[in-house]
Nanobody, 119 residues
């Protein structure tokens, strides 16, 4: 089992920056990729981006590319989501997730952290 705990959410203004963290614990040696998702009220969950554990490569959704950056803190099994130039449409509950196979679905999910961006 892998436990994931997100932190760093909050309320900010348009154009502000915010950094979310996701700390993984448990059987993290099996993790191959961690990702960030978000879900706004009344909308489906949206993939934001993911980072590959093995080489640190990250990929992003079009909606956040160039504004959001995912990085891994190697010393701790933690990933960060640096969010810049925030917009009201970025308001959502942000989740991190982990997968243990390259081809499979995400196996583990955190409980989420709320980000609210006011205009």
């Amino acid at each position: 089992q892998v436990q994931l705990v997100e932190s760093g959410g909050g309320s900010v203004q348009t154009g502000d920056s915010l950094r979310l963290s996701c700390a993984a614990s448990g059987r993290t040696f099996g993790v191959v990729q961690m990702g960030w998702f978000r879900q706004a009220p009344g909308k489906e969950r949206e993939f934001i981006g993911a980072i590959t554990w093995r080489n640190g490569n990250a990929a992003y959704a079009d909606s956040v590319r160039g504004r959001f950056t995912i990085s891994r803190v190697n010393a701790n099994d933690t990933i960060n989501l640096q969010m810049n130039s925030l917009k009201p449409e970025d308001t959502a509950l942000y989740y991190c997730a982990a997968k243990t196979t390259d081809w499979g679905e995400y196996d583990y999910w955190g409980h989420g952290t709320q980000v609210t961006v006011s205009s």
